[in-house]
C-alpha cells in the first residue's frame, strides 16, 4: 500500500539530547513538510522539501534541521536549541500541484 | 487573528443527529481542505474543494467561495465519527490550518 511512515509513535528523551524522527513515503510525491501541533494550536509549519536536496524553512524553523538525501526520505532532527519540543510531529506529503496531500500518523515526541 | 478561524471548537451530539461545523478563512485559496484527526493523531483528508460540494458517504463538504467560508456536514451522525476536523486553507504556497473542531457523538 502506499503511504507515509513516521517513526516512532511515541518518543521520549531527556533534555540536552538531540532527537531524529523519521517519515518515509512510498507515494512518489516530490514535496515533504513536517509540522509541529500543539494543544489548542493549529499544524505550524517547521520544514518543507519540494524537491530532492532542497528545502526551505516553514514558520517555526528555529531549533530544529532536516535532509532530503532521498525522494522517499524526510528525517527532522530536533536540536537541543528547541527550547519547548514536546509535542506532536506529523509528516505530510504533496505532488507537485500539492493537491495529493498525505498525512503520517505522526509522532509524540516528551522531552523530560 | 488566525487566518483560519472554525466554529464550534467542541461538539458532542447525539447518535443519529446532523452535524455542522463552520470554517472562515481570510486568505486567497486555490483550495480548502477538511481533514479528520483521530485520537492516535493521524489525519485523514476528508476532502479538497475549491467550489461547490462535495460529497462522500455521510459526510457533504461545501464552500462559498465569495464569503469565504466552508461547512461540513455529518448525516445520521455515528460514535465512529467522533474525531478532530480541521479545516484548512491551501493558498498554492502553503497551508494554512484551522485549531480544530472536537467532535463527540454519543450513542
Known amino acids: 500500500d502506499g503511504g507515509i511512515t513516521q517513526s516512532p509513535k511515541y518518543l521520549f528523551r531527556k533534555e540536552g539530547q538531540n532527537v531524529t524522527l523519521s517519515c518515509e513515503q512510498n507515494?512518489?510525491?516530490?514535496?515533504m513538510y513536517w509540522y509541529r501541533q500543539d494543544p489548542g494550536q493549529g499544524l505550524r509549519l517547521i520544514y518543507y522539501s519540494q524537491i530532492v536536496n532542497d528545502f526551505q524553512k516553514g514558520d517555526i524553523a528555529e531549533g530544529y534541521s532536516v535532509s532530503r538525501e532521498k525522494k522517499e526520505s524526510f528525517p527532522l532532527t530536533v536540536t537541543s536549541a528547541q527550547k519547548n519540543p514536546t509535542a506532536f510531529y506529523l509528516c505530510?506529503?504533496?505532488?507537485?500541484?500539492?493537491?495529493?496531500?498525505?498525512f503520517g500518523s505522526g509522532t509524540r515526541l516528551t522531552v523530560v | 487573528k488566525n487566518e483560519v478561524e472554525q466554529s464550534p471548537q467542541n461538539l458532542t451530539a447525539q447518535e443519529g443527529e446532523f452535524i455542522t461545523i463552520n470554517c472562515s478563512y481570510s486568505v486567497g485559496i486555490s483550495a480548502l481542505h477538511w481533514l479528520q484527526q483521530h485520537p492516535g493523531g493521524g489525519i485523514v483528508s476528508l476532502f479538497m474543494l475549491s467550489s461547490g460540494k462535495k460529497k462522500h458517504g455521510r459526510l457533504i463538504a461545501t464552500i462559498n467561495i465569495q464569503e469565504k467560508h466552508s461547512s461540513l456536514h455529518i448525516t445520521a451522525s455515528h460514535p465512529r465519527d467522533s474525531a478532530v476536523y480541521i479545516c484548512a486553507a491551501n493558498t498554492g504556497n502553503q497551508f494554512y490550518f484551522g485549531t480544530g473542531t472536537s467532535l463527540t457523538v454519543i450513542p
Open positions: 507515494l512518489n510525491h516530490d514535496a
Open positions: 505530510a506529503t504533496g505532488d507537485r500541484g500539492i493537491y495529493g496531500y498525505t
